[in-house]
């Protein structure tokens, strides 16, 4: 049993002849009780117990944290929060630069407008609204037949057929 259970632990390596050395009689008894056939149902068995292990890891991944749109928007909240209480601080940034140089040099505070952090705002704010399907597609509809025009000339089409077929699948798609 020893022996059977060295044989397919060694997997690829596998060969009754090479443990003839530690168990004299391994190649009778690989004979008389189906070691290959044993090992092909291991293999099979340990193969598809990684394959369910993967599944398994992939599933969990899939469907915890970050992967649930209700987490996603829970963090967005979160640092939308965030930048909200720095905006409400202050929206200025406070500079300090120095005008001239040796003794003639100045210090001066400047403050601008921190426009950065609204943007960074902004961009939390439409993150949510994506999250949870608030921002609707917008084209540019003038642009499409543009290029639909563009690829009717490069192709030798009717240029009217193909803005007015580019203009039905926009309608179709509620892309207007």
Request: glycine share 6%; aromatic share 6%.
């Amino acid at each position: 049993m020893q022996a059977c259970n060295e044989y397919l632990r060694a997997g690829i390596k596998r060969n009754a002849t090479a443990m003839i050395k530690t168990y004299p009689n391994a190649k009778n008894w690989s004979m008389d009780y189906g070691w290959v056939g044993r090992a092909a149902e291991y293999d099979a068995r340990i193969d598809e117990e990684k394959t369910q292990t993967v599944q398994d890891r992939r599933r969990a991944s899939m469907e915890e944290g970050l992967a649930n749109d209700f987490e996603r928007v829970d963090s967005l909240k979160k640092l939308a929060a965030k930048l909200w209480a720095k905006i409400e601080k202050s929206v200025e940034v406070v500079d300090t630069k120095q005008i001239g140089s040796g003794e003639n040099a100045e210090r001066v505070t400047v403050r601008r407008f921190n426009g950065p952090l609204i943007e960074q705002f902004r961009g939390v704010l439409d993150d949510i609204a994506k999250e949870k399907g608030e921002r609707k597609q917008v084209m540019d509809i003038k642009l499409i037949r543009e290029e639909a025009a563009k690829l009717a000339d490069e192709f030798g089409l009717d240029k009217d057929e193909v803005v007015a077929e580019a203009d039905a699948i926009v309608k179709e798609r509620g892309l207007q």
